[in-house]
Nanobody, 115 residues
């Protein structure tokens, strides 16, 4: 019924910027939180940033000062502005939403930071 769709990934040089966006298709629901995760080849999926419906925001330590998450809980949209990108930021980025007992995931968008 509800599907999360990411966009904005791509290939960028170190020091560059990308903006990821996520939007829900289908029926809209008000989530408890929305977040961005990422997974590099051979690594576990890690939480990059999360925004809660009370306005609280959390970040992975390694992206603090470089990434900014923003969202509209009512519209069920979330974005991630990524600046000063490093090769270690490379991975598949996934949009996530939590509402009650339900957890929703997007299919992911590839971000590659390389020269």
């Amino acid at each position: 019924q509800v599907r999360l769709v990411e966009s904005g990934g791509g290939l960028v040089q170190p020091g560059g910027s990308l903006r990821l966006s996520c939007a829900a298709s289908g029926r809209m629901f008000s989530p408890f939180s929305m977040a961005w995760y990422r997974q590099a080849p051979g690594n576990e999926r890690e939480l990059v940033a999360r925004i809660f419906n009370d306005g609280r925001i959390t970040y992975l330590d390694s992206v603090k000062g470089r990434f900014t998450i923003s969202g509209d809980m009512a519209a069920m949209t979330v974005a991630l502005q990524m600046n000063s990108l490093k090769p270690e930021d490379t991975g598949v980025y996934y949009c996530n939403s939590v509402r009650g007992g339900a957890v929703y995931w997007g299919q992911g968008t590839q971000v590659t930071v390389s020269s």
